[in-house]
């Protein structure tokens, strides 16, 4: 076959847990595979299990001075120590020289980076990087492989992102975020625990797979792509006047076109979707967005074609 | 009729959100309310929004330094202001004397203190006084004339905050908390936002019928007492090695008995309840109770005789 695209084995994997130091499911996980990391070993790859953010994970917090998923910017990345940095940009560096450094030969071959999120995104793959086809054939194997009736895996290719990579996961060669949800930041759910348990160790799966030589032929990938960020109405001070219309919420993934209810006021009114294009919009009332002024985020679905990949043994 | 208990009319009410800063159903209420008070308006009282904490709301965080609900102390009330106080323990005395002073005769007659859980109860009134007949009369009215077939109301008479009381609503002659759930902190859902809404609304109509004569006859009130705190099973450094089992999320105030199983160890195995006694388990999986090393509460269910209660016009 002509088009297959090859890159090589993957042999250092990282799994990282509490980049958001609240979002629990990746916390107990990692602190488990601490302890016993039975469930990372394959014969071919064992991932390798860290806390991201531990003083955010001890206070409960997502983060401490900023959000370390927004750290890992080149310029924070290649800064000397200061004084003045924030905790997370000391962290995002740290991170960097062990996992990474990014860009170079030695850093790690795939991170598996973990988050929750309190929206209804069942397993969501997360994906910062456009031409990563290896992360593309990984959401594949997730979605064909890691079947729940009540959780497709979707995928969100997160193009906006790579103008200027700042997030952990953009550290390894390869690499993808799973967002699993819906769980109150603070809180561990069992079912959403043991859906992100699934879905670590069927990527691993896939790993040894692909290690060992197996062809993951070309596919059409069906994924979301970020079209704009929704805010709340508000007054004059900010506050917002309205909540996420109880026909929207728990609704990500399904399609909303013009009229649909979208808010509803706390005055009393519904307030409507004035698109003219059907969007279909994530992350609907995440407890994180709230500070960044995000009520929702649309999205357009795109279909993309991904080459067949097979592993270049050396 | 020889046993009706008097007590004065409710001229003035208070309705308190953002108690705690994250639990965001009373936020939203209480600015809604200071915007336009038309639905805290009654024929014979108005009530008074108010935001308890508005520093930790800002901050979108439970509390500043302490947690503000269990500042109302005594101790704490009748210290002179000190350079050492945290934030909770200056506005707890601002709100004393804005809204009490505790006991004496110029505290507001009826205090709603509006609260958010994580875990799956319903509509939940709180008591802190096992004396307060008139609470219990407001409580038994929400059960008859608020009604949502999912989310029945229920009481719970916290006998043990009595001994040395410290949360907001016993700054007032009467009061009950309202916990509505599950909603994650940080996070509003219109679902839930409307049921406290028709809860304090209900509230209001009651008080209103009880200023202009009504008489409440006696009756039998069923309630939960809480009878020990349940941890999650922690390995040497503290951490948690166990979730909430999947049997047991979103079960509040049903019946555990010998054998049902409780934790879900990430090592694989199960725990159960291997008390004699059937309880039923409270605030399962909430999110502040992380901090405190609280998994769920055990109550037991009582029934206690209610006397009649009719107004004295004074």
Chains 1, 2 share one sequence.
């Not at 593309?136 to 890691?146: A, E, F, G």
């Not at 109150?184 to 348990?197: H, T």
Request: proline residues 5%; negative net charge.
């Amino acid at each position: 076959m002509s088009n297959i695209l090859n890159f090589g084995p993957l042999r250092r994997v990282v799994v990282a847990g509490g980049t958001h130091g609240d979002e629990m499911s990746g916390v107990y996980l990692v602190r488990h595979w601490i302890r016993d990391a039975t469930e990372l070993r394959r014969k071919t790859v064992t991932a390798e299990p860290f806390l991201a953010n531990p003083v955010a994970v001890e206070k409960g917090a997502r983060y401490i001075d900023q959000d370390l998923n927004r750290s890992f910017e080149e310029r924070n990345l290649t800064a000397p120590d200061s004084e003045n940095d924030s905790y997370e940009e000391r962290r995002a560096r740290e991170i960097n020289q062990h996992y990474g450094p990014r860009g170079s030969a030695s850093a790690c071959d795939f991170v598996i980076d973990l988050h929750n999120t309190t929206a209804n995104m069942g397993s969501t793959i997360l994906i910062f990087t456009p031409d990563d086809h290896l992360a593309m054939h990984l959401s594949n194997y997730l979605q064909i492989h890691c079947v729940d009736s009540s959780s497709p895996c979707r995928v969100i290719v997160a193009r906006e992102m790579t103008r200027e990579p700042n997030s952990l996961l953009t550290i390894g060669k390869h690499g993808i975020a799973l967002e699993v949800g819906p769980q109150p930041q603070g809180v561990v759910k069992a079912d959403i625990l043991n859906r992100m348990r699934a879905l670590v160790k069927c990527c691993l799966d896939f790993m040894d797979l692909y290690n060992q030589g197996a062809e993951f032929p070309a596919f059409e990938m069906e994924a979301y792509e970020v079209l704009e960020r929704v805010d709340y109405p508000r007054d004059d001070a900010g506050h917002p006047l309205a909540v996420i219309h109880s026909k929207l919420q728990d609704k990500d993934f399904l399609p909303v076109k013009r009229g649909d209810p979208i808010f509803q006021m706390l005055s009393g009114q519904e307030v409507v979707y004035d698109g003219n294009v059907t969007v279909y919009p994530l992350f609907i009332n995440e407890a994180a967005y709230y500070e960044k002024k995000v009520a929702f985020i649309l999205t357009k679905r795109v279909i993309s074609a991904v080459p067949a990949v097979h592993v270049n043994q050396e």
